[in-house]
């Protein structure tokens, strides 16, 4: 049986290598002899591999290409870097040619676990022979001879378009290396990247919608969205690194937002449906969106991002009732990082600049609203749906929605009060309007939970029974002088009401019946 042959190969793998070990503490062994025992252990695992692959056991054949690949990718590291028989970059080319070999035994025996081994080999192969300084051209245009070699496997063997391990692969693995790549870049080396980058982007393309190819591509839409992405911050991090125009930076994002645009047409004939149109018109209107801070102002960037989320959160509701779950389940994901890095610009840029209360902003139309509007309206999109991400996003929701509408009402009243008003921090009455927007929040809440015998019903009444708390307990200990006493008064008064219409509305209105 198979797997009794796997335990054999494994104990008799661990005793060969207890063996050399116990040889070479001796010195029976030299550096020439390990070096050619290890080649021929690769070799021969790997022939092996070869024949079980084409035959009937693929699975423990796809095990012994693993373990092949890897003992000769580290025997010619060793002859390289350790023993110093040849030149690093030899050793490199020898393992490009075994990976080679593999990929297309992987092509011939038809198997995605056999690729998947190949890639993993020849985008390990850069990290095992590194020798440190600045190469990033080098391995940007090895990741390109890499792709372009995947690429050859569908079109020419006529499979592999819904190998979902190996097309992951090697999109993450050539993505994550480039990504190394630029961001080490150095200014000389910024041009060129920038043009490897472009190729790069036109070759996971390619890879991720297989044009031409008779079968549909495997999560087509979740692939390029993120290469998208991607492809704009690591164009950013070039464009940074040659010191140009941030300004200027609006032409290539327009750019791409434009492609996006003209890809919905052809790939609706080529997926047969409009499964990527929501993924691909989402990209475009964040790529517009992001477009004009950079063009203009960047502390609108965080009001962009928040168009961003809502866009694709919008778009993953519009292909979920397409009946495309699988896309709208991932662009679900995409869209909650989206969110929460609105959120985060929120925090560390919204939130400062609210508590500061520029004089120069104007209220519900400055940066901070916006963001914490726009990340108000993506988490509430995102709870529409249940599951983990629908229960974060009704916390967020909650912190978000809560605090920007408490914090622009304190900013409004500020503002009413005239040029006496407080510069830094609340002045007294615009600390009491946030304790009544949260107050007002929280019956609201309480009275829409109360009419509602599901889950939902429940969180609603806790949330409101929290901010209510809040915010009586914000006027218990506000620091207020004996001036102020009035004010402290019609606070409660305020306050006090609020919660007493809510239960009466309440009460008065009949819950609704589960069926």
Same mark, same amino acid.
């Given at each position: 049986?198979i797997?009794?042959?796997?335990?054999g190969?494994?104990?008799?793998?661990?005793?060969?290598?207890?063996?050399?070990?116990?040889?070479?503490?001796?010195?029976?062994?030299?550096?020439?002899?390990?070096?050619?025992?290890?080649?021929?252990?690769?070799?021969?695992?790997?022939?092996?591999?070869?024949?079980?692959?084409?035959?009937?056991?693929?699975?423990?054949?796809?095990?012994?290409?693993?373990?092949?690949?890897?003992?000769?990718?580290?025997?010619?590291?060793?002859?390289a870097?350790?023993?110093h028989?040849?030149?690093?970059?030899?050793?490199?080319? /020898?393992?490009? @040619? #075994?990976? &080679?070999? =593999? $990929?297309? *035994? +992987?092509?011939?025996?038809? !198997?995605?676990?056999?690729?998947?081994?190949?890639?993993?080999?020849?985008?390990?192969?850069?990290l095992?022979?590194?020798?440190?300084?600045?190469?990033?051209?080098?391995? /940007?245009?090895? @990741? #390109?001879? &890499?792709? =372009? $070699?995947? *690429? +050859?496997?569908?079109?020419? !063997?006529?499979?592999?378009?819904?190998?979902?391990?190996?097309?992951?692969?090697?999109?993450?693995?050539?993505?994550a290396?480039?990504?190394?790549?630029?961001?080490?870049?150095?200014?000389?080396?910024?041009?060129?990247? =920038?043009?490897? *980058? +472009?190729?790069?982007?036109?070759?996971?393309?390619?890879?991720?919608w297989?044009p031409?190819?008779?079968?549909?591509?495997?999560?087509?839409?979740?692939?390029?969205?993120?290469?998208?992405?991607?492809?704009?911050?690591?164009?950013?991090?070039?464009?940074?690194?040659?010191?140009?125009?941030?300004?200027?930076?609006?032409?290539?994002?327009?750019?791409?937002?434009?492609?996006?645009?003209?890809?919905?047409?052809?790939?609706?004939?080529?997926l047969?449906?409009r499964?990527?149109?929501?993924?691909?018109?989402?990209?475009?209107?964040?790529?517009?969106?992001?477009?004009?801070?950079?063009?203009?102002?960047w502390?609108?960037?965080?009001?962009?991002?928040?168009?961003f989320?809502?866009?694709?959160?919008?778009?993953?509701?519009k292909?979920?009732?397409g009946?495309?779950?699988?896309?709208?389940?991932?662009?679900?994901?995409?869209?909650?990082?989206?969110?929460?890095?609105t959120?985060?610009?929120?925090?560390?840029?919204?939130?400062?600049?609210?508590?500061?209360?520029?004089?120069?902003?104007?209220?519900?139309?400055?940066?901070?609203?916006?963001?914490?509007?726009?990340?108000?309206?993506?988490?509430?999109l995102?709870?529409r749906?249940?599951?983990p991400v629908?229960?974060?996003?009704?916390?967020?929701?909650?912190?978000?929605?809560?605090?920007?509408?408490?914090?622009?009402?304190?900013?409004?009243?500020?503002?009413?009060?005239?040029?006496?008003?407080a510069?830094?921090?609340?002045?007294?009455?615009?600390?009491?309007?946030?304790?009544?927007?949260?107050?007002?929040?929280?019956?609201?809440q309480?009275?829409?939970?109360?009419?509602?015998?599901?889950?939902?019903?429940?969180?609603?009444?806790?949330?409101?029974?929290?901010?209510?708390?809040?915010?009586?307990l914000?006027?218990l200990?506000s620091d207020?002088?004996?001036?102020?006493?009035?004010l402290?008064?019609?606070?409660?008064l305020?306050?006090?009401?609020?919660?007493?219409?809510?239960?009466?509305?309440?009460?008065?209105?009949p819950r609704?019946?589960?069926?």
């Amino acid at each position: 049986m198979i797997w009794i042959a796997g335990i054999g190969a494994a104990l008799f793998l661990l005793g060969t290598i207890f063996f050399l070990h116990w040889a070479i503490q001796a010195g029976w062994m030299g550096p020439e002899i390990r070096f050619a025992l290890s080649l021929l252990a690769g070799a021969g695992l790997s022939v092996l591999a070869g024949n079980l692959l084409l035959g009937d056991s693929r699975r423990l054949g796809v095990a012994l290409l693993l373990a092949g690949l890897g003992t000769l990718q580290f025997a010619f590291r060793a002859g390289a870097m350790v023993y110093h028989f040849y030149d690093p970059a030899l050793g490199l080319g /020898a393992v490009v @040619l #075994i990976t &080679l070999v =593999a $990929g297309g *035994l +992987a092509a011939r025996s038809r !198997s995605s676990a056999a690729l998947t081994v190949s890639l993993a080999s020849g985008l390990a192969a850069p990290l095992i022979f590194s020798q440190g300084g600045h190469h990033e051209v080098a391995l /940007a245009l090895y @990741l #390109i001879a &890499l792709m =372009a $070699g995947t *690429l +050859a496997v569908p079109y020419l !063997s006529g499979t592999g378009e819904a190998w979902h391990g190996s097309r992951w692969t090697a999109l993450g693995g050539t993505w994550a290396l480039l990504s190394l790549a630029c961001a080490n870049a150095t200014k000389p080396d910024a041009p060129a990247l =920038a043009t490897l *980058l +472009a190729l790069h982007l036109l070759l996971a393309g390619l890879w991720t919608w297989l044009p031409g190819c008779r079968e549909k591509p495997g999560t087509p839409t979740t692939m390029w969205v993120g290469v998208s992405i991607l492809a704009t911050a690591l164009g950013w991090l070039l464009w940074k690194c040659a010191n140009l125009s941030s300004e200027a930076f609006a032409l290539p994002v327009l750019v791409v937002a434009v492609l996006n645009l003209a890809l919905v047409k052809p790939l609706r004939t080529r997926l047969g449906s409009r499964q990527a149109d929501w993924g691909l018109l989402a990209l475009a209107v964040g790529h517009l969106a992001l477009a004009v801070p950079i063009a203009l102002a960047w502390r609108w960037v965080g009001t962009m991002w928040g168009v961003f989320a809502a866009a694709m959160t919008g778009a993953s509701l519009k292909a979920e009732e397409g009946k495309y779950a699988d896309e709208a389940e991932a662009l679900r994901w995409l869209a909650a990082g989206l969110a929460f890095l609105t959120t985060l610009r929120w925090v560390f840029h919204g939130l400062e600049t609210a508590f500061s209360l520029n004089p120069g902003f104007t209220p519900l139309l400055n940066p901070a609203f916006a963001e914490g509007a726009l990340a108000s309206i993506a988490w509430f999109l995102l709870t529409r749906r249940a599951g983990p991400v629908g229960m974060a996003a009704f916390l967020a929701l909650e912190v978000t929605a809560n605090m920007t509408m408490a914090l622009e009402a304190a900013r409004l009243v500020q503002s009413m009060q005239g040029p006496g008003a407080a510069r830094v921090g609340f002045s007294r009455a615009a600390s009491i309007s946030m304790t009544l927007v949260w107050a007002l929040s929280g019956a609201w809440q309480w009275m829409r939970g109360l009419r509602e015998e599901d889950s939902a019903g429940r969180a609603l009444q806790i949330a409101g029974y929290v901010w209510m708390g809040f915010a009586g307990l914000k006027l218990l200990t506000s620091d207020l002088d004996q001036a102020d006493t009035p004010l402290r008064a019609l606070a409660f008064l305020g306050v006090g009401g609020i919660a007493m219409i809510a239960a009466v509305l309440a009460n008065r209105r009949p819950r609704k019946q589960t069926p």
